[in-house]
Nanobody, 121 residues
């Protein structure tokens, strides 16, 4: 059974940092693009960052320079280091896997259950 399990969310003050983790099991994703999406209440799920199988990384403009995605192929884990957090970063964060890079969440085949990130002002 393929599973993606996120952890690391929580409540943080504006300007703080969080590190999200996503542990994959059931198969290897070394040839997949791994990504983070987020969904705030009443809004559509949006792309945050992605790491391709060859190590290229991509970020949405609103988080660029504040967020770093990384992956450990040995442990089948991806991370999202988030710094200088803002209240508008508040959302449920999901990790996902797809066979190719896309900014559209509908392309991704595998999803975690999500982890809540709340940034207070």
């Amino acid at each position: 059974q393929v599973q993606l399990v996120e952890s690391g969310g929580g409540l943080v003050q504006a300007g703080g940092s969080l590190r999200l983790s996503c542990a994959a099991s059931g198969r290897t994703f070394s040839r997949h693009t791994m990504a983070w999406f987020r969904q705030a209440p009443g809004k559509e799920r949006e792309f945050v960052a992605a790491s391709t199988s060859v190590g290229n990384t991509y970020y949405t403009d609103s988080v660029k320079d504040r967020v770093t995605i990384s992956r450990d192929k040995g442990t089948n884990t991806i991370y999202l280091q988030m710094n200088s957090l803002k209240p508008e970063d508040t959302a449920v964060y999901y990790c996902a896997a797809a066979t190719y890079l896309s900014y559209r969440w509908t392309v991704y085949e595998y999803w975690g259950q999500g982890t809540q990130v709340t940034v207070s002002s």
